[in-house]
């Protein structure tokens, strides 16, 4: 399967489409080549298709998988070596933190954050 390489480009994985329209907003004036998925599956196969430098993933954004974040963070981090991962939840971060290093995320944050902060710490701290 081909993957496609542009310069910063980045996922974002949300089940609140309104959170996916904002990161899209935001992040797009900043130059970023942005792909938003609300769902696991379409997760796996923009990863499958695509090199992201950043994936910015809500920790329970299915139904159906539990901490679905995580899983999609392992993923991505066999599929895609280098790439950053931003994990953001509305639960207790101490209660996912060992997981969260499992799973080689490189930060998370507790909701709610908006996305200009996001946007900022990705800038500021050289993510992508």
């Not at 089940?15 to 938003?36: E, P, W």
């Not at 993933?57 to 679905?68: P, R, V, Y």
């Not at 969260?100 to 944050?109: G, P, V």
């Amino acid at each position: 399967m081909k993957r496609s390489l542009h310069k910063k480009k980045l996922l974002v994985i949300d089940d609140d489409s309104s959170v996916l329209f904002a990161f899209r907003k935001i992040f797009g004036k900043s130059g970023f080549q942005i792909d938003t998925s609300g769902t696991f599956d379409e997760a796996i196969e923009y990863i499958d298709k695509n090199i992201y430098q950043l994936i910015i993933t809500d920790l329970g954004f299915s139904e159906t998988i539990n901490e679905a974040g995580i899983a999609i963070s392992h993923y991505a981090k066999e599929k895609l070596p280098g790439v950053k991962i931003i994990l953001w939840t509305g639960m207790d971060v101490s209660c996912i933190s060992e997981k969260a290093r499992e799973a080689k995320i490189d930060l998370c944050l507790l909701k709610p954050v908006s996305p200009n902060v996001i946007q900022s710490l990705v800038e500021n701290l050289h993510f992508i």
